[in-house]
């Protein structure tokens, strides 16, 4: 997990649960402490991420969770591009 504290919002990066561990429980556990810690130590009380759109089920899980989805839209060179070539057409 990578947090980044923004003074009026929080960034939320690299949450990522082992395909093993999925569905225990784990991932929804260390976004509350995520949320937790941010209210607590940073006095902040909104969190934001970037999600890839071709990942439906994790945007659905993240909404299960309250998020919210905007309209904002990069291209993913734009946030991606230190992590290499794209191995999929349209991210």
């Not at 071709?54 to 998020?67: N, S, T």
Request: with cysteine; hydrophobic share 40%; charged share 20%.
């Amino acid at each position: 997990v990578h947090l980044k504290n923004l003074k009026t919002k929080a960034y939320l990066g690299m949450l990522s649960v082992s395909v093993k561990q999925q569905a225990s429980g784990l991932g929804s556990f260390l976004l509350k402490a995520c949320e937790d810690y941010v209210q607590r130590e940073w006095n902040v009380s909104q969190m934001y991420m970037w999600v890839l759109t071709i990942r439906q089920e994790l945007v659905a899980w993240y909404v299960r969770k309250g998020y919210r989805v905007t309209d904002e839209r990069i291209p993913y060179s734009a946030v991606g591009a230190e992590a290499g070539q794209t191995l999929m057409d349209g991210l």
